[in-house]
């Protein structure tokens, strides 16, 4: 149980293109569904946090305008990059959490090459 | 501030036992938890801890002690396939996760 989804697992594009990637929880409906970033050899870094039908909440210094998610069921949220930059190349990863106590559980990852 | 620690990088034995420590400071705490990495993958749930004491689960094991403010991981019997990088991670009282910056396990034959 307790399944994460990602799609698609490889991106490469053009430097101005927008990227979308979804994210679903396939054998339960996620309170709420996590969007990471993380660059080589370092860790996870939270982007945003999502609950289903409302605005994500976005940490600081990541752009809302750039990056936006929709959370339109609770079963999948998407991340769009959008005018997507070599700078963000990474490997996006989200996370659905299944309870209240704060378990999370990672979808596969996205890795996002810009060219 | 809310902060994790946990050494960058640790070796061991195939066939031996480690421990990887993690203090957190963080407002508030609702838990703590272990996921494994292996490179180039997401992470893995491996275990949460809300409770003081011992909780094992075959090979791996997780400690808590909330007074101190620390955890540690305890795997035993090491294969190579347990070469990964560990991640802590605490809850906080608005129920965030604040994760360390992982500790990667070099496993040697």
């Known amino acids: 149980g307790a399944v994460v989804s990602q799609h698609p697992s490889w991106v490469i594009c053009k430097s101005g293109t927008s990227v979308k990637i979804e994210c679903r929880s396939l054998d339960f409906q996620a309170t709420t569904m996590f969007w990471y970033r993380q660059f080589p050899k370092q860790s996870l870094m939270l982007m945003a946090t999502?609950?289903?039908?409302?605005?994500?909440?976005?940490e600081q210094g990541v752009e809302k305008d750039k990056f936006l998610i929709n959370h339109a069921s609770l079963t999948l949220s998407t991340l769009t990059v959008t005018s997507a930059h070599p700078e963000d190349s990474s490997f996006y990863i989200c996370s659905a959490a299944l309870g209240d106590d704060g378990t999370q559980y990672f979808g596969p990852g996205t890795r996002l090459l810009v060219l | 501030g809310q902060n994790i620690d946990q050494p960058t990088e640790m070796t061991a034995t195939e066939g031996a036992i480690v421990q990887i420590n993690c203090t957190y400071q963080?407002?508030?705490?609702?838990?703590l938890f272990w996921y494994q990495q292996h490179a180039g993958e997401a992470p893995t749930f491996l275990s949460y801890n809300v409770l003081d004491g011992l909780e094992e689960k075959g090979r791996f094991s997780s400690f808590l002690s909330r007074s101190k403010g620390y955890s540690y991981l305890l795997l035993k019997e090491l294969q190579m396939k347990d070469s990964a990088s560990y991640l802590c991670a605490a809850l906080d009282s608005n129920y965030q996760l604040i994760w360390g910056a992982g500790t990667k396990l070099i496993i040697k034959p």
């Open positions: 999502s609950n289903e039908g409302s605005k994500a909440t976005y």
């Open positions: 963080t407002s508030g705490f609702n838990g």
